[in-house]
Each structure stands twice: as C-alpha cells, then as structure tokens.
C-alpha cells in the first residue's frame, strides 16, 4: 500500500496524526494535503495512505463487507507509525473523512491508546427508500459513549452529514465534542446559487478546515502533555 509521512524539521520525537482517507478521496487529495502541510508547520508527523481497495481499482474498487480489511489496514499504518522512532507513541491522533471516518471511528474503538479523534464530514445520514435517515449509530455505534475529546468537521449543505445530525450528536454525546461548522458540501466545495463552483472560497474553506483541525489537535496535544 502506499503509505507516506512527513516529518517536522529536527530529530523529534513528534506527536503525529494518521489520515483515514476517503471511499474515492485519495492521500494526496487538497484537504488531506492542506492538512499534512499546517500539521507539520505545527509540529505534528503526518502519515497518510490511500486503502488497498482503492488502489487496486480507483474507480471501481470496493471495500469488504464489514470494513475489516480497512480496519487491519488502518492498524497496521498507526502500528507502523508508532514504532517509527521519531513519533511519540502515546501521541498519535487519527483523523478521517467520510468513509474514512468509518474506520478511524472503529479504530478508536479498539485502541484506547489513541489519544483523539476527528471525523470530517462523518457519514451521519443517507437516503434509504427515498427517505432522509440518521445512520450515525449504524456507522458510528457508540459514538456518543465516548469519552475521549472528538472533534467533527462538516459543511452547512452536507446531504450525508446534515446540520440536525451533527447537533444530535454533539448535545447527546458524553464526550467533548468540538463542532466545527463550516460552509460547503460533502467535499467542503462552496457553490454559487447557479450551481457553479465557487474555486476560491472553496480553497479558502478547505484551508480553514484544515486549520481547525491542527488547532484542535494541538490543543489535545498541549492538555497532555500539561497532565503528565
């Protein structure tokens, strides 16, 4: 698979950030690598990878039945960037986006040594026979159980993560979850009432997406270390 991380300037040892990508929303994609960019300027090591599936056929390629190829994969990317002796093991964050934030969810299920999370534009709902339905507890069950601070990133005209869902969420769960509502569709994109793509504010919204979540992430990292 391919796997890549980009390292601060120095000798470490970093607190780093794993990218769980999306279904067709590949590593190298202006989110992941505005993200990677401001992560590292911020002191963090940033791995990213695209899944098997997907490289195996970027168009057509489909993930297993019950996501447990990618969720092997995942652990196998965060088991390989804690033994990386530049990262702080017990400091590594996972972020992921739309089907990414599937796995990164199951992830943080299994791995109580995962310090944070962040879902980006999570699947919160979908349409099932012709019906809006809130699907946050088929694809995240436990969600809001958790007690580890979260953050959710999503935009203001995201038909799988609606405004409604995203607040059901952050009133019910135990945890304390940063909402972070920017404008924007499923990929973050701004689009003028005539359906034409607005390129600037889009850029400009993906980069402050990705500004959030360094922020968030930082600001974890800084309660950590303050607490030990």
């Not at 057509?60 to 652990?75: C, F, R, T, W």
Request: hydrophobic fraction near 45%.
């Amino acid at each position: 698979m391919t796997f890549v991380v980009d390292f601060p300037a120095g000798s470490g040892s970093f607190p780093a950030i794993v990218i769980a990508p999306g279904l067709r929303y590949a590593m190298h994609r202006e989110l992941f690598s505005l993200l990677a960019d401001k992560a590292v300027a911020a002191g963090f090591a940033v791995c990213r990878f695209n899944w098997c599936f997907y490289e195996s056929d970027p168009l057509a390629g489909q993930p297993s039945s019950a996501l447990q190829d990618e969720l092997e994969q995942l652990k196998e990317v965060i088991g390989q960037l804690r033994a990386e002796s530049r990262v702080l093991p017990a400091q590594v964050h996972v972020v992921g986006k739309s089907f990414g934030s599937i796995v990164a969810w199951q992830a943080l299920r299994d791995d109580a040594e995962l310090k944070n999370g962040v879902l980006m534009t999570p699947l919160f709902d979908e349409m099932q026979d012709g019906q809006p339905c809130n699907v946050t507890d088929t694809y995240s069950p436990g969600l809001l159980a958790e007690s580890r601070p979260l953050q959710i990133v999503c935009g203001d005209n995201d038909p799988h993560c609606t405004v409604a869902s995203v607040h059901r969420v952050a009133n019910h769960a135990v945890a304390n979850i940063t909402l972070t509502l920017l404008r924007g569709d499923h990929l973050l994109q701004i689009y003028a009432p005539d359906t034409q793509l607005l390129a600037r504010a889009s850029a400009e919204n993906m980069a402050l997406a990705a500004d959030t979540v360094v922020q968030f992430l930082t600001r974890q990292h800084s309660i950590c270390s303050t607490n030990n």
